[in-house]
């Protein structure tokens, strides 16, 4: 059974900087199709970056993720944190598949991300 658990998370000021891991254990997942997504109360999920297809708009040039398949780790660097980052973020994987579907079954348990003004 594949299981992720993300670690990492905290509060900071803004204009600071976190990085947030997710450790993969189990198999059967796809180490190409990974990515962050995140969710601010009142708000609906969104993506924040994926290893296939990039980062959202908001995050382009501040966020960097990056895996270890040695290490089956997944990481979000974050920098220039701004208040609305605030979010529960979450690691996520599909399946064993072949090609990205954009179909994640796999989710972490979330981890709060506070950045104060």
């Known amino acids: 059974q594949v299981q992720l658990v993300e670690s990492g998370g905290g509060s900071v000021q803004a204009g600071g900087s976190l990085r947030l891991s997710c450790a993969v254990s189990g198999y059967a997942y796809s180490r190409t199709c990974m990515g962050w997504f995140r969710q601010a109360p009142g708000k609906e999920r969104e993506v924040v970056a994926t290893i296939d297809r990039g980062y959202a708009d908001a995050v382009k040039g501040r966020f960097t993720i990056s895996k270890d398949n040695a290490k089956n780790m997944l990481y979000l660097q974050m920098n220039s944190l701004k208040p609305e980052d605030s979010a529960m973020y979450y690691c996520?994987?599909?399946?064993?598949?072949?090609?990205?579907?954009?179909?994640?079954?796999?989710w972490g348990q979330g981890i709060q991300v506070t950045v104060s003004s």
């Open positions: 996520a994987a599909e399946g064993a598949t072949k090609y990205c579907s954009g179909a994640y079954v796999y």
